[in-house]
């Protein structure tokens, strides 16, 4: 089982172009999340999912826009990247989102650096 | 607000026992969660506590105090392949995770 990948694994971006980062889960699992990860702060939710046709906003959401169409995918897109923006962005999804069924499993991360 | 409070750096060696602390302040609390990360990884899952007291599995240990705020994360007979960041992660009442910082775990033989 793949469990969660994510795509690219990395990519340098110009400023004001527009990319979208990939998010693909074979477990089933009905709540998805995207994360960004800066050096020395924790992980900060951007968008989440708790089920599929449903999103909502994290902490920090600006800049940042979700789709999901279906139970596997959870697209990041970044309308405008500024450089801000550099930074590893994880996907993770859970069974559900409400108890121990919380658990959250990661993808392995994109790194995303903008110029 | 919401706040976790965690070392930033501790250092343990090779065979040895250690305990990242974390104390947490959050708006309603629906347990909490320890993850490891190891640099240029993704967070991988360790343990869940939502009631009192510890919880083992293998080397590693959680162990949380409700009424205080506080959790700890046990690793005993320490290998170097556990020198990673250990994140402490409690869900709000909204079922939203609150990550801390991390405590970076440096392991020497």
Redesign the interface.
């Known amino acids: 089982t793949a469990g969660i990948t994510q795509a690219p694994t990395s990519q340098i971006l110009a400023a004001g172009r527009s990319m979208t980062l990939r998010c693909t889960q074979d477990m089933r699992h009905n709540a998805m999340y995207w994360y960004r990860q800066d050096l020395g702060l924790g992980l900060r939710l951007i968008h989440y999912s708790n089920t599929a046709g449903t999103t909502g906003k994290g902490e920090v959401p600006d800049g940042y826009s979700v789709s999901r169409a279906n139970t596997d995918d959870f697209p990041l897109t970044l309308a405008s990247a500024v450089p801000s923006q550099t930074s590893v962005y994880f996907c993770a999804s859970s069974e559900s989102s409400g108890g121990s069924t919380d658990t959250q499993y990661f993808g392995p991360g994109t790194r995303l650096t903008v110029l | 607000g919401q706040n976790?409070d965690q070392p930033t750096e501790m250092t343990a060696t090779e065979g040895a026992i250690v305990q990242i602390n974390c104390t947490y302040q959050t708006s309603g609390f629906?347990?909490l969660?320890w993850y490891q990360q190891h640099a240029g990884?993704?967070?991988?899952?360790l343990s869940?506590n939502?009631l009192d007291g510890l919880e083992e599995k293998g080397r590693f240990s959680s162990f949380l105090s409700r009424s205080k705020g506080y959790s700890y994360l046990l690793l005993k007979e320490l290998q170097m392949k556990d020198s990673a960041s250990y994140?402490c992660?409690p869900?709000d009442s909204n079922?939203?995770?609150?990550?801390?910082?991390?405590t970076k775990l440096i392991i020497k033989p």
């Open positions: 976790i629906n347990g969660f990884e993704a967070p991988t899952f869940y939502v994140l992660a869900l079922y939203q995770l609150i990550w801390g910082a991390g």
